[in-house]
């Protein structure tokens, strides 16, 4: 028990133990992760990146729905950094897409290598590019289409989570796996077992965040 609660407490876990159990909490994020992806990227095939972007989607939810910071709900950030953790890169790019960082700027001048966003799609700089003359990605040769799974972009990530969005028993679903998975660990770090009232109270409030996050990135 001790181990758990300093889990309540991140990030002052202290002990072997206690630092032990946070990594062996990132770590059932990241397992949960690999389920998630394999989940999504079998109801939605036709959506490039659906798995991937879907673990993207369920992280945010859960952060959002722990955003409280009390009691267990630092346990569930634990999870959601797991989550966050295994698609690593492809995260990155999705949150540069989203947040507008990144976008080509006319007569800017860009290092071999780097990584710009234009008309909603990625392109990597094969050599360096002065500001002058303009190097307009997709007509100039030197921005060379960047096509790895990692790229993702805004409109691929809207139109995934508009998918998502109108199947509720997805998204149920999902929640409900996700408290099998690692509802042991909230009781432990809780000290007892919930009360079915406070399993549904859990359950509709993850539910409910997620579905809050999906729709913001529908829209």
């Not at 206690?18 to 095939?45: D, E, K, S, W, Y």
């Not at 997805?170 to 099998?180: N, Y």
Request: neutral net charge; charged residues 20%.
């Amino acid at each position: 028990m001790d181990a758990f609660d300093e889990i309540k407490s991140i990030p002052k876990a202290q002990s072997i133990l206690g630092i032990a159990a946070v990594a062996g909490v990132n770590a059932l994020g990241g397992m949960f992760a690999g389920r998630v992806r394999g989940i999504l990227a079998g109801a939605a095939p036709a959506y490039k990146g659906a798995g991937t972007i879907g673990v993207f989607i369920v992280s945010m939810g859960l952060r959002w729905y722990a955003r409280r910071e009390s009691g267990y709900d630092r346990v569930i950030k634990e999870l959601a950094a797991g989550m966050a953790g295994f698609v690593g890169n492809d995260l990155w790019l999705i949150v540069r897409a989203l947040v507008g960082w990144g976008k080509w700027k006319p007569e800017t001048a860009y290092g071999a290598g780097d990584v710009v966003i234009y008309s909603n799609q990625y392109y990597r700089a094969d050599k360096d590019i002065p500001a002058k003359p303009q190097a307009e990605p997709g007509k100039d040769a030197r921005w060379v289409r960047f096509e790895t799974a990692q790229g993702y972009s805004p409109d691929e990530v809207s139109a995934f989570a508009q998918a998502l969005v109108t199947n509720d028993a997805l998204i149920d679903g999902l929640v409900k796996e996700q408290l099998l998975i690692f509802g042991p660990e909230l009781a432990q770090c809780a000290g007892r077992e919930f009360s079915q009232q406070e399993a549904d109270q859990i359950y509709a409030g993850m539910r409910d965040s997620l579905k809050s996050v999906v729709q913001k990135f529908a829209a």
